[in-house]
């Protein structure tokens, strides 16, 4: 655990102290240039696939991005909101922790990185580490790898972003701290002008509940593909449950 990080990690999130570590943590770790090798890569989706009868590569990535960012974004988003510390998340300055069935369990980071200036309060400033520096790189050589599109990972990372929001807020954080992680959300073009990845990830449509009464559906805008392999359905707030016959054959 990295001490700095240490009041983060209290209560559900107490399973997470281990999941941002430094040099001394004594698990073995591969660095991202031999993870996003092809050959390597192919291995670690191939281990983690077996998992499963199906043997739709892109459907194994998208499932194995869920895994990595359930992972990655709690300690990621309370070290950013909470404690305001800004990690180094760049691919040359990470390592990935791996168990036997090749899930993500933990990252190993070159340093414990700094506090934000106090006049940093720009989301995509705060966020660049996770957006620019590390899930940019790591979901376009996944993407190129296996046909499947960025924007599923990115779709999967936004539906995580956007609940996790939502749970940090119901276990009573400050909605001002949570505030530059919503405004993240919710802004169409980062400030060059190009395309916010995680622009609106979910929306909630009105529907009718089994009784009849009025409620809103969370939605995701883009599918995640679990449903290429034969043993899975539809996740419960996938934008093709609606409309089953979008569901390519």
Known sequence: MIDVLAPLFRGDF???RDVLVLADDPRPATVYDELL????FAELQRRFGQRYSGDD????VSLWAKHYIVKLLPPVMGATLLLRWRLP???ADTALLLDEGALPQ???LSDKGAPFAADVNEPFELFAGLLDDHLQPLFQAMASQTRLSPKVLWSNAGNYFENLLNLMAKAGMPAER???GRALLETKTRPDGTRNPLFQPVRYLPVDDASGQPTLRRERK???VRYLLPELELCGNCPLKANPARVPA
């Open 14 to 16: 107490e399973a997470y």
């Open 89 to 91: 998340l760049g691919l």
């Open 178 to 180: 949570l505030a530059p």
């Open 57 to 60: 590569r892109r459907a194994w």
């Open 222 to 224: 883009v599918c995640c």
């Open 37 to 40: 090798a092809p050959d390597a």
């Open 106 to 108: 933990g990252f190993r």
